[in-house]
Nanobody
């Protein structure tokens, strides 16, 4: 099983980034997918989640209206579009796949937002 995140980088405050997470080694379309983030010295927190078929999403309050999670099951990929980025969004962003007791994590991609 592999989850490989990409798309992180350095962006100015107010800018946008699109993260991608490509899954392999499991039935991607059967798994709920989520994005988490962890800032230095802080606990990992949920950013956004999407159901297996993509019919339902949910977001942490501080991301609502700025971030959008989506998925393409034909490409085994989940996305996180991040707009209006703020310095406090600086963190490592992790992809998660979950179905029943199965729970997989990617290695993360770093997002740095400069003020």
């Amino acid at each position: 099983v592999q989850l490989v995140e990409s798309g992180g980088g350095l962006v100015q405050s107010g800018g946008s980034l699109r993260l991608s997470c490509a899954g392999s080694g499991f039935t991607f379309s059967s798994y709920a997918m989520s994005w988490y983030r962890q800032a230095p010295g802080k606990e990992r927190e949920l950013v956004a989640a999407i159901t297996s078929a993509g019919g339902s999403t949910n977001y942490a309050d501080s991301m609502k209206g700025r971030f959008t999670i989506s998925r393409d099951n034909a490409k085994n990929t989940v996305y996180l579009q991040m707009n209006s980025l703020k310095p406090e969004d600086t963190a490592a962003y992790y992809c998660n796949a979950r179905s029943g007791l199965a729970n997989y994590w990617g290695k993360g991609t770093l997002v740095t937002v400069s003020s």
